[in-house]
T-cell receptor, first 112, second 114 residues
Framework: QQQVKQSPQSLIVQKGGISIINCAYENTAFDYFPWYQQFPGKGPALLIAIRPDVSEKKEGRFTISFNKSAKQFSLHIMDSQPGDSATYFCAASKGAGTALIFGKGTTLSVSS | DGGITQSPKYLFRKEGQNVTLSCEQNLNHDAMYWYRQDPGQGLRLIYYSQIVNDFQKGDIAEGYSVSREKKESFPLTVTSAQKNPTAFYLC?????????????FGEGSRLTVL
């Protein structure tokens, strides 16, 4: 049973375009929703995270949109750059200190 | 610099051999985790530990074992019982309960079983 479903599996966006990655979850006990970015051969690193008491969080070109009633959240990358080419994982957990449950990942390629 | 160190980065073993992957952190974090990454499968939780001398199974613990004798260290043993051990293994830590929940990852260990 996949607790966090991520789509699409891969995404190609032109430089300057908007990249959108979506995730859906089932467990209403989840209260922490981070996005991680991973470059080849490296470990993932936290990009941005949100808690369910807000519907949107923006950090630079990266925005998380959160829809609690639909149990969905998404990552928007504005003005996508070739350096954004990486694998992105959404995740969820039931609280600080508990293990994160990850989606299967989205490989983003930004063409120049 | 604070961080998580995984070793070795690459490891080759023959089928049927046990191997141990090292994970050390100097972030003074209480919680540590092991994830396995396979292409198209995301990160799947093997084991995690929220405090010294205590650990819990994750979703795919079969064929793996861990120990947490020191706060800084959380080694993972891939036993011969693991049917498909070839994978990229990631260790992570977090400040645990009361923290912000962010996981800090090491750079991974790639295990290939021949």
């Amino acid at each position: 049973q996949q607790q966090v479903k991520q789509s699409p599996q891969s995404l190609i966006v032109q430089k300057g375009g908007i990249s959108i990655i979506n995730c859906a979850y089932e467990n209403t006990a989840f209260d922490y929703f981070p996005w991680y970015q991973q470059f080849p051969g490296k470990g993932p690193a936290l990009l941005i995270a949100i808690r369910p008491d807000v519907s949107e969080k923006k950090e630079g070109r990266f925005t998380i949109s959160f829809n609690k009633s639909a149990k969905q959240f998404s990552l928007h990358i504005m003005d996508s750059q070739p350096g954004d080419s990486a694998t992105y994982f959404c995740a969820a957990s039931k609280g600080a200190g508990t293990a994160l449950i990850f989606g299967k990942g989205t490989t983003l390629s930004v063409s120049s | 610099d604070g961080g998580i160190t995984q070793s070795p980065k690459y490891l080759f073993r023959k089928e049927g051999q046990n191997v141990t992957l090292s994970c050390e952190q100097n972030l003074n974090h209480d919680a540590m985790y092991w994830y396995r990454q396979d292409p198209g499968q995301g990160l799947r939780l093997i084991y995690y530990s929220q405090i010294v001398n205590d650990f819990q199974k994750g979703d795919i613990a079969e064929g793996y074992s861990v120990s947490r004798e020191k706060k800084e260290s959380f080694p993972l043993t891939v036993t011969s019982a693991q049917k498909n051990p070839t994978a990229f293994y990631l260790c992570a830590s977090s400040s645990g309960r009361g923290g912000l929940g962010e996981l800090f990852f090491g750079e991974g260990s790639r295990l290939t079983v021949l």
